[in-house]
């Protein structure tokens, strides 16, 4: 009973800092330990969030205050959030042309923000690669899942269509012909042209 009262006290509190100290909200996208959701409940002992599977996970407010909690929604409400992916380069490739190709795709990419604009930063001179980072801001934390897809594939499509190989984690040497898609076979069986109306 000592026990099981102690953890019900510890929720308690922890339900109180969450609702009165705006925490959180309903309808934010958070990230507890390894669970990432949108908030479609908060209670004085639990809250629940709604996973990108359409998952219902109740998690137990007390955890809130020993784990850490990303709110991915509280900042983007008025500063946007920024997406950050990389890619490895090979040092053959100029970086400025680098830099040119990622901000295009960004542009590409729909449900992105122009202002502020995205940037790019040199990561990591590595052994075989440059490891760059490209940011651009979202203006909300919804559907990111779906806007880094679409960024991955402009980015794709964008580094095919200059000729610029993205290198590989295992990469041991350069091949006899570069490992890129050429434009006349992005479509191949199964796959399908988009509509005329559709420009990505």
Do not use: C
Not at 66 to 87: D, F, K, P, W
Not at 151 to 165: E, K, P
Not at 168 to 196: I, N
């Amino acid at each position: 009973l000592s026990l099981g009262a102690s953890s019900s006290v510890s929720n308690v509190i922890a339900g109180y800092i969450t609702t009165f100290g705006r925490v959180l909200r309903i309808g934010d996208m958070i990230k507890v330990g390894d669970t990432m959701g949108t908030v479609s409940q908060i209670r004085l002992l639990t809250i629940r969030l709604r996973t990108i599977r359409n998952e219902e996970v109740t998690i137990p407010n007390g955890t809130l205050l020993s784990t850490n909690v990303i709110n991915y929604s509280a900042l983007s409400r008025e500063h946007g959030l920024i997406l950050q992916t990389e890619v490895g380069i090979g040092y053959e490739v100029p970086w400025r042309q680098v830099h040119a190709m990622l901000l295009e795709a960004a542009g590409r990419t729909p449900g992105l923000m122009n202002e502020p604009p995205p940037f790019v930063l040199q990561r990591q001179l590595g052994d075989f690669a440059v490891v760059y980072q490209l940011n651009i801001y979202k203006a909300e934390a919804k559907a990111l899942v779906r806007a880094y897809s679409d960024l991955h594939q402009n980015i794709l499509d964008v580094f095919n269509d200059y000729g610029v190989q993205i290198m590989t984690p295992a990469y041991e040497g350069d091949p006899e012909k570069p490992k890129l898609v050429p434009r006349d076979q992005w479509f191949e069986a199964p796959a399908k042209p988009p509509a005329p109306e559709d420009k990505r």
